[in-house]
Protein backbone atom coordinates (compact mmCIF):
# COMPACT_ATOMS: atom_id res chain seq x y z
CA UNK A 1 0.00 0.00 0.00
CA UNK A 2 0.92 3.14 -0.95
CA UNK A 3 0.60 6.19 1.39
CA UNK A 4 -2.03 7.34 -0.57
CA UNK A 5 -3.75 4.17 -0.53
CA UNK A 6 -3.72 4.28 3.55
CA UNK A 7 -5.00 7.71 3.53
CA UNK A 8 -7.52 7.30 0.88
CA UNK A 9 -8.81 3.91 2.80
CA UNK A 10 -9.16 6.63 6.20
CA UNK A 11 -11.51 9.06 3.70
CA UNK A 12 -13.70 6.84 2.86
CA UNK A 13 -14.33 5.75 6.40
CA UNK A 14 -15.04 9.23 8.48
CA UNK A 15 -14.79 11.78 5.33
CA UNK A 16 -18.05 12.69 3.59
CA UNK A 17 -17.87 12.23 0.25
CA UNK A 18 -18.38 15.84 -1.49
CA UNK A 19 -15.10 14.98 -3.34
CA UNK A 20 -13.29 12.84 -5.08
CA UNK A 21 -9.94 13.35 -4.17
CA UNK A 22 -6.97 11.58 -6.37
CA UNK A 23 -4.09 12.58 -5.19
CA UNK A 24 -2.47 13.27 -1.31
CA UNK A 25 -0.13 16.38 -1.17
CA UNK A 26 1.88 16.44 1.98
CA UNK A 27 4.03 20.12 1.03
CA UNK A 28 4.50 22.78 -1.20
CA UNK A 29 7.20 25.62 -2.39
CA UNK A 30 6.60 28.28 -4.97
CA UNK A 31 4.90 26.20 -8.55
CA UNK A 32 5.82 22.76 -7.12
CA UNK A 33 3.82 20.61 -4.92
CA UNK A 34 5.12 17.04 -3.00
CA UNK A 35 2.73 13.66 -2.76
CA UNK A 36 2.73 11.73 0.08
CA UNK A 37 5.47 9.02 -1.79
CA UNK A 38 7.33 11.76 -2.66
CA UNK A 39 6.44 12.61 -6.36
CA UNK A 40 6.85 16.01 -6.86
CA UNK A 41 4.16 17.84 -9.45
CA UNK A 42 3.99 21.57 -11.63
CA UNK A 43 1.02 23.17 -9.74
CA UNK A 44 -1.48 24.60 -12.31
CA UNK A 45 -4.14 24.28 -10.21
CA UNK A 46 -2.14 26.18 -7.30
CA UNK A 47 -4.99 25.37 -4.33
CA UNK A 48 -8.00 26.27 -6.88
CA UNK A 49 -6.48 29.96 -8.33
CA UNK A 50 -5.79 30.51 -4.25
CA UNK A 51 -2.28 30.05 -4.48
CA UNK A 52 -1.54 33.45 -6.50
CA UNK A 53 2.32 34.20 -4.97
CA UNK A 54 2.97 30.53 -4.94
CA UNK A 55 3.03 27.85 -2.20
CA UNK A 56 4.53 28.98 0.88
CA UNK A 57 6.13 31.85 -0.14
CA UNK A 58 8.53 33.12 2.72
CA UNK A 59 6.97 36.76 3.50
CA UNK A 60 3.17 35.48 3.91
CA UNK A 61 4.73 32.05 5.99
CA UNK A 62 6.64 35.19 8.25
CA UNK A 63 3.70 36.89 8.65
CA UNK A 64 1.37 34.32 9.42
CA UNK A 65 3.71 32.87 11.90
CA UNK A 66 4.13 36.07 13.42
CA UNK A 67 0.52 37.14 13.80
CA UNK A 68 -0.29 34.15 14.78
CA UNK A 69 2.46 34.04 17.99
CA UNK A 70 1.52 37.55 18.51
CA UNK A 71 -2.92 37.67 18.42
CA UNK A 72 -5.06 35.42 16.19
CA UNK A 73 -8.70 36.22 16.93
CA UNK A 74 -10.76 38.93 19.14
CA UNK A 75 -14.35 39.08 17.34
CA UNK A 76 -15.46 42.25 15.55
CA UNK A 77 -16.72 43.87 19.18
CA UNK A 78 -13.27 45.12 19.20
CA UNK A 79 -10.79 47.42 17.01
CA UNK A 80 -8.27 45.11 14.80
CA UNK A 81 -5.21 46.99 13.46
CA UNK A 82 -4.41 44.61 10.87
CA UNK A 83 -8.19 44.63 9.29
CA UNK A 84 -8.39 48.22 9.14
CA UNK A 85 -4.52 48.62 7.20
CA UNK A 86 -5.96 45.90 5.27
CA UNK A 87 -9.37 47.48 4.27
CA UNK A 88 -7.87 50.83 3.36
CA UNK A 89 -5.58 48.96 1.22
CA UNK A 90 -8.02 47.18 -0.88
CA UNK A 91 -9.87 50.55 -0.90
CA UNK A 92 -6.72 52.30 -2.47
CA UNK A 93 -6.41 49.58 -4.90
CA UNK A 94 -10.44 49.33 -6.31
CA UNK A 95 -10.22 52.82 -6.39
CA UNK A 96 -12.70 53.71 -2.68
CA UNK A 97 -15.03 52.31 -1.25
CA UNK A 98 -15.00 50.09 2.33
CA UNK A 99 -14.81 46.39 2.82
CA UNK A 100 -16.63 43.77 4.65
CA UNK A 101 -14.92 41.04 6.00
CA UNK A 102 -15.50 37.35 6.44
CA UNK A 103 -14.60 33.65 5.33
CA UNK A 104 -15.13 32.56 1.92
CA UNK A 105 -16.02 33.26 -1.46
CA UNK A 106 -19.40 32.30 -0.80
CA UNK A 107 -20.07 34.49 2.32
CA UNK A 108 -18.80 37.21 0.28
CA UNK A 109 -21.24 36.68 -2.74
CA UNK A 110 -24.00 36.58 0.36
CA UNK A 111 -23.00 39.97 1.77
CA UNK A 112 -23.04 41.38 -1.55
CA UNK A 113 -26.87 40.44 -2.16
CA UNK A 114 -27.77 41.09 1.28
CA UNK A 115 -26.42 44.70 0.53
CA UNK A 116 -28.16 44.39 -2.76
CA UNK A 117 -31.34 44.01 -0.87
CA UNK A 118 -30.89 46.42 1.93
CA UNK A 119 -30.41 49.02 -0.81
CA UNK A 120 -33.18 47.83 -3.23
CA UNK A 121 -35.59 47.25 -0.54
CA UNK A 122 -36.47 50.94 0.19
CA UNK A 123 -37.47 51.60 -3.39
CA UNK A 124 -39.11 48.14 -3.99
CA UNK A 125 -36.18 46.56 -5.43
CA UNK A 126 -34.71 43.16 -4.69
CA UNK A 127 -33.81 41.24 -7.96
CA UNK A 128 -30.93 39.84 -8.49
CA UNK A 129 -30.30 39.02 -12.22
CA UNK A 130 -27.12 36.83 -12.35
CA UNK A 131 -25.42 35.01 -15.72
CA UNK A 132 -26.24 31.67 -17.02
CA UNK A 133 -22.98 29.67 -16.19
CA UNK A 134 -21.99 31.65 -13.20
CA UNK A 135 -20.84 30.36 -10.06
CA UNK A 136 -20.86 31.97 -6.99
CA UNK A 137 -21.08 29.27 -4.46
CA UNK A 138 -22.85 26.82 -2.37
CA UNK A 139 -24.83 28.66 0.39
CA UNK A 140 -28.28 28.78 -0.41
CA UNK A 141 -28.67 32.24 -2.18
CA UNK A 142 -25.15 32.11 -3.61
CA UNK A 143 -26.35 28.44 -5.01
CA UNK A 144 -29.72 30.45 -6.31
CA UNK A 145 -27.31 33.14 -7.83
CA UNK A 146 -25.71 30.36 -9.65
CA UNK A 147 -26.60 30.08 -13.15
CA UNK A 148 -26.07 26.09 -13.29
CA UNK A 149 -28.95 23.93 -12.47
CA UNK A 150 -26.56 21.02 -11.72
CA UNK A 151 -25.02 22.14 -8.66
CA UNK A 152 -28.92 22.95 -7.39
CA UNK A 153 -30.56 19.94 -8.16
CA UNK A 154 -32.24 18.77 -5.11
CA UNK A 155 -31.36 21.81 -2.78
CA UNK A 156 -34.98 23.40 -3.61
CA UNK A 157 -36.53 25.10 -2.23
CA UNK A 158 -34.08 28.00 -3.38
CA UNK A 159 -33.98 31.68 -2.11
CA UNK A 160 -36.20 33.86 -4.50
CA UNK A 161 -35.75 36.68 -6.53
CA UNK A 162 -33.00 35.19 -9.00
CA UNK A 163 -33.53 35.35 -12.83
CA UNK A 164 -30.47 34.75 -15.33
CA UNK A 165 -29.62 36.34 -18.49
CA UNK A 166 -26.98 34.96 -21.28
CA UNK A 167 -23.20 35.95 -20.13
CA UNK A 168 -21.70 38.44 -22.86
CA UNK A 169 -25.21 39.13 -24.43
CA UNK A 170 -26.07 42.50 -23.27
CA UNK A 171 -30.09 42.20 -25.13
CA UNK A 172 -30.50 39.36 -22.34
CA UNK A 173 -29.67 41.07 -19.60
CA UNK A 174 -31.80 43.81 -21.17
CA UNK A 175 -34.38 41.64 -21.41
CA UNK A 176 -33.96 39.99 -18.11
CA UNK A 177 -34.39 43.53 -15.81
CA UNK A 178 -37.68 44.98 -14.34
CA UNK A 179 -38.41 47.57 -12.44
CA UNK A 180 -37.75 45.32 -9.16
CA UNK A 181 -34.12 44.71 -9.85
CA UNK A 182 -31.97 45.64 -7.65
CA UNK A 183 -28.79 44.17 -8.86
CA UNK A 184 -26.64 42.50 -11.49
CA UNK A 185 -24.03 39.82 -10.33
CA UNK A 186 -21.44 39.14 -13.03
CA UNK A 187 -17.96 37.56 -12.83
CA UNK A 188 -15.54 39.39 -15.18
CA UNK A 189 -14.21 35.84 -16.38
CA UNK A 190 -16.26 32.73 -15.30
CA UNK A 191 -14.37 30.24 -13.93
CA UNK A 192 -16.26 27.36 -12.86
CA UNK A 193 -18.35 27.73 -15.53
CA UNK A 194 -15.76 27.06 -18.21
CA UNK A 195 -13.34 29.85 -18.45
CA UNK A 196 -14.99 32.37 -20.41
CA UNK A 197 -14.16 36.03 -20.44
CA UNK A 198 -16.36 38.93 -20.97
CA UNK A 199 -16.11 41.28 -23.46
CA UNK A 200 -15.40 44.77 -22.37
CA UNK A 201 -17.80 45.79 -24.42
CA UNK A 202 -20.55 43.52 -22.13
CA UNK A 203 -18.95 44.72 -19.07
CA UNK A 204 -19.21 48.46 -20.28
CA UNK A 205 -22.82 48.10 -21.52
CA UNK A 206 -23.72 46.78 -18.40
CA UNK A 207 -21.99 49.54 -16.08
CA UNK A 208 -24.46 51.93 -18.48
CA UNK A 209 -27.51 49.89 -18.72
CA UNK A 210 -27.15 49.81 -14.48
CA UNK A 211 -26.33 53.62 -14.16
CA UNK A 212 -28.86 54.30 -16.18
CA UNK A 213 -31.90 51.99 -14.85
CA UNK A 214 -30.03 52.64 -11.17
CA UNK A 215 -29.69 49.22 -10.57
CA UNK A 216 -26.42 47.59 -9.05
CA UNK A 217 -23.96 46.07 -11.19
CA UNK A 218 -22.34 43.56 -8.55
CA UNK A 219 -18.94 41.48 -9.62
CA UNK A 220 -17.84 38.45 -8.07
CA UNK A 221 -13.74 38.68 -7.93
CA UNK A 222 -13.82 35.51 -5.92
CA UNK A 223 -11.65 33.68 -8.70
CA UNK A 224 -10.44 36.28 -11.10
CA UNK A 225 -9.65 38.89 -8.41
CA UNK A 226 -5.81 39.56 -7.02
CA UNK A 227 -3.83 39.49 -9.90
CA UNK A 228 -5.13 36.69 -11.89
CA UNK A 229 -6.16 38.51 -15.33
CA UNK A 230 -3.42 40.92 -15.26
CA UNK A 231 -4.88 44.37 -13.08
CA UNK A 232 -5.59 43.70 -9.83
CA UNK A 233 -9.49 42.79 -10.48
CA UNK A 234 -10.90 41.58 -13.95
CA UNK A 235 -13.29 44.39 -13.95
CA UNK A 236 -10.25 47.01 -14.31
CA UNK A 237 -9.72 45.47 -17.69
CA UNK A 238 -12.78 46.95 -19.25
CA UNK A 239 -12.43 50.34 -17.41
CA UNK A 240 -15.49 49.43 -15.31
CA UNK A 241 -16.63 50.52 -11.95
CA UNK A 242 -18.58 48.48 -9.52
CA UNK A 243 -21.01 49.14 -7.04
CA UNK A 244 -19.42 46.55 -5.21
CA UNK A 245 -17.61 42.99 -5.66
CA UNK A 246 -16.56 40.23 -3.80
CA UNK A 247 -12.87 38.68 -3.06
CA UNK A 248 -11.71 35.06 -1.72
CA UNK A 249 -9.41 32.72 -3.08
CA UNK A 250 -6.18 34.07 -3.19
CA UNK A 251 -6.58 36.91 -0.92
CA UNK A 252 -5.20 35.33 2.10
CA UNK A 253 -2.89 32.77 0.09
CA UNK A 254 -5.20 29.78 1.38
CA UNK A 255 -5.21 31.44 5.02
CA UNK A 256 -9.82 31.21 4.85
CA UNK A 257 -10.66 34.87 4.46
CA UNK A 258 -13.71 36.74 1.80
CA UNK A 259 -13.96 40.68 1.57
CA UNK A 260 -16.28 42.84 -0.26
CA UNK A 261 -15.45 46.12 -1.73
CA UNK A 262 -18.24 48.45 -1.41
CA UNK A 263 -18.30 51.53 -3.40
CA UNK A 264 -18.99 55.13 -1.45
CA UNK A 265 -22.41 54.80 -2.81
CA UNK A 266 -22.85 51.46 -0.64
CA UNK A 267 -20.58 52.05 1.77
CA UNK A 268 -22.67 52.74 4.51
CA UNK A 269 -25.87 50.42 3.70
CA UNK A 270 -24.77 47.97 6.46
CA UNK A 271 -25.09 49.34 10.27
CA UNK A 272 -24.29 47.76 13.26
CA UNK A 273 -26.26 44.67 13.74
CA UNK A 274 -27.14 44.05 10.20
CA UNK A 275 -24.73 41.60 8.82
CA UNK A 276 -21.31 39.66 11.01
CA UNK A 277 -18.76 37.31 11.03
CA UNK A 278 -17.39 35.75 14.16
CA UNK A 279 -14.12 34.87 12.05
CA UNK A 280 -14.51 37.30 9.61
CA UNK A 281 -11.37 39.93 9.20
CA UNK A 282 -10.03 38.43 12.29
CA UNK A 283 -5.40 39.52 12.74
CA UNK A 284 -4.51 36.27 11.44
CA UNK A 285 -6.28 36.03 7.94
CA UNK A 286 -5.73 39.86 7.80
CA UNK A 287 -1.88 39.83 8.08
CA UNK A 288 -1.47 36.77 5.66
CA UNK A 289 -3.91 39.05 3.17
CA UNK A 290 -1.66 41.84 3.91
CA UNK A 291 1.60 40.10 2.61
CA UNK A 292 0.03 38.46 0.00
CA UNK A 293 -0.88 41.81 -1.45
CA UNK A 294 2.86 43.40 -0.69
CA UNK A 295 4.15 39.97 -2.39
CA UNK A 296 1.92 40.96 -5.27
CA UNK A 297 3.30 44.19 -5.71
CA UNK A 298 7.00 43.63 -4.82
CA UNK A 299 7.08 41.24 -7.62
CA UNK A 300 4.86 43.03 -10.09
CA UNK A 301 2.36 40.05 -10.27
CA UNK A 302 -0.13 41.41 -12.24
CA UNK A 303 2.11 42.83 -15.13
CA UNK A 304 3.89 38.59 -14.47
CA UNK A 305 0.25 37.18 -15.14
CA UNK A 306 -0.13 38.92 -18.19
CA UNK A 307 3.27 38.29 -19.73
CA UNK A 308 3.29 34.64 -18.28
CA UNK A 309 -0.55 33.86 -19.54
CA UNK A 310 0.69 35.50 -22.75
CA UNK A 311 3.86 33.46 -23.40
CA UNK A 312 1.00 30.02 -22.43
CA UNK A 313 -1.32 30.99 -24.05
CA UNK A 314 0.55 31.22 -27.28
CA UNK A 315 2.00 27.74 -26.66
CA UNK A 316 -1.38 26.00 -26.42
CA UNK A 317 -2.49 27.86 -29.03
CA UNK A 318 0.68 27.02 -31.28
CA UNK A 319 -0.09 23.03 -30.41
CA UNK A 320 -3.95 23.54 -30.74
CA UNK A 321 -3.90 22.96 -34.54
CA UNK A 322 -1.98 20.01 -34.26
CA UNK A 323 -4.85 18.59 -31.82
CA UNK A 324 -8.21 17.92 -33.10
CA UNK A 325 -10.19 17.53 -29.73
CA UNK A 326 -8.58 21.14 -29.04
CA UNK A 327 -11.47 23.29 -30.35
CA UNK A 328 -10.75 26.90 -28.43
CA UNK A 329 -8.33 28.48 -26.32
CA UNK A 330 -9.52 31.19 -24.25
CA UNK A 331 -8.71 33.26 -21.39
CA UNK A 332 -7.40 36.66 -19.77
CA UNK A 333 -3.74 36.58 -17.96
CA UNK A 334 -3.00 33.33 -15.81
CA UNK A 335 -6.79 32.43 -16.39
CA UNK A 336 -6.51 29.91 -19.01
CA UNK A 337 -9.21 27.17 -20.55
CA UNK A 338 -8.57 25.22 -23.42
CA UNK A 339 -12.05 23.97 -24.83
CA UNK A 340 -12.28 20.07 -25.70
CA UNK A 341 -15.06 18.38 -27.90
CA UNK A 342 -14.40 15.51 -25.64
CA UNK A 343 -14.37 15.06 -21.69
CA UNK A 344 -11.38 16.53 -20.00
CA UNK A 345 -10.69 14.05 -17.19
CA UNK A 346 -8.33 11.11 -18.82
CA UNK A 347 -6.15 14.43 -19.90
CA UNK A 348 -6.10 15.72 -16.50
CA UNK A 349 -5.09 12.09 -14.88
CA UNK A 350 -2.70 11.98 -18.00
CA UNK A 351 -0.95 14.67 -16.55
CA UNK A 352 -0.86 14.09 -13.06
CA UNK A 353 1.13 11.17 -13.95
CA UNK A 354 3.52 13.08 -15.93
CA UNK A 355 4.28 15.68 -13.19
CA UNK A 356 1.34 18.31 -13.63
CA UNK A 357 -1.83 18.96 -11.55
CA UNK A 358 -4.75 20.92 -13.64
CA UNK A 359 -8.46 21.50 -12.96
CA UNK A 360 -11.08 21.02 -14.89
CA UNK A 361 -13.68 23.54 -15.47
CA UNK A 362 -17.16 21.59 -16.20
CA UNK A 363 -16.81 18.18 -18.15
CA UNK A 364 -14.76 19.54 -21.30
CA UNK A 365 -12.95 22.30 -20.54
CA UNK A 366 -8.75 22.17 -19.14
CA UNK A 367 -8.60 24.85 -16.53
CA UNK A 368 -5.03 26.37 -16.23
CA UNK A 369 -4.32 28.54 -13.31
CA UNK A 370 -1.09 28.58 -12.21
CA UNK A 371 0.72 30.78 -9.18
CA UNK A 372 1.57 34.73 -11.12
CA UNK A 373 5.39 34.01 -10.16
CA UNK A 374 5.56 30.71 -12.12
CA UNK A 375 8.76 31.20 -14.13
CA UNK A 376 9.04 30.93 -17.76
CA UNK A 377 10.52 27.27 -18.25
CA UNK A 378 8.23 25.97 -15.52
CA UNK A 379 5.76 27.65 -18.38
CA UNK A 380 7.55 25.89 -20.99
CA UNK A 381 7.80 22.33 -19.27
CA UNK A 382 4.28 22.46 -18.63
CA UNK A 383 3.78 23.06 -22.51
CA UNK A 384 5.63 19.82 -22.80
CA UNK A 385 3.61 17.97 -20.81
CA UNK A 386 0.28 19.37 -22.03
CA UNK A 387 1.94 18.60 -25.47
CA UNK A 388 2.69 14.85 -24.86
CA UNK A 389 -0.66 14.54 -22.82
CA UNK A 390 -2.32 15.75 -26.08
CA UNK A 391 -0.34 13.65 -28.34
CA UNK A 392 -1.30 10.84 -26.38
CA UNK A 393 -4.73 11.48 -26.05
CA UNK A 394 -4.83 11.52 -29.97
CA UNK A 395 -2.76 8.55 -30.65
CA UNK A 396 -0.09 10.66 -32.14
CA UNK A 397 3.89 9.80 -31.71
CA UNK A 398 5.99 11.95 -31.04
CA UNK A 399 9.54 12.13 -32.31
CA UNK A 400 12.04 11.65 -29.34
CA UNK A 401 13.16 15.21 -29.37
CA UNK A 402 9.47 16.82 -29.23
CA UNK A 403 10.23 18.33 -26.03
CA UNK A 404 13.77 19.40 -26.79
C1 LIG B 1 -14.80 29.53 -5.78
C2 LIG B 1 -15.78 30.57 -6.15
C3 LIG B 1 -16.81 30.95 -5.28
C4 LIG B 1 -17.06 30.25 -3.96
O1 LIG B 1 -16.01 30.44 -3.07
P1 LIG B 1 -15.92 29.53 -1.74
O2 LIG B 1 -14.75 30.11 -1.01
O3 LIG B 1 -15.73 28.13 -2.18
O4 LIG B 1 -17.20 29.71 -1.02
C5 LIG B 1 -17.65 31.98 -5.66
N1 LIG B 1 -17.49 32.60 -6.84
C6 LIG B 1 -16.52 32.26 -7.70
C7 LIG B 1 -16.36 33.01 -8.97
C8 LIG B 1 -15.64 31.23 -7.38
O5 LIG B 1 -14.69 30.86 -8.25
Known sequence: MTARDTLSAQYKKFVIPTYAPTLALVKGRGARVWDADGKAYLDFAAGIAVQNVGHCHPKVVAAIQEQAARLVHVSNLYYNEKQSVLAAKLSALAGGGKCFFCNS??????????????????????????????????????????????????????????????????????????????????????????????TDEFLKGLRALCTEKNILLLFDEVQCGMGRTGTWFGFQNAGVTPDAFSLAKALGSGIPIGAIVASPLLADVFQPGKHASTFGGQPLACAAALATIAVIEEEKLTERAAQSGARLMDGLRAMAPRYSHITEVRGRGLMIGVLLDVPVKPLIQSLAEKGMIVLPAGETVLRLVPPLNIKPAEIDEALDMINEALAELHGIELPDDADA
Open 105 to 198: GAEANEALIKLARLWGNPQGKSGIVTMVNSFHGRTLASLAATGQTKYQQGFEPLPEGFSYAEYNNLDSVRAAINDKTAAILVEAVQGEGGVVPA
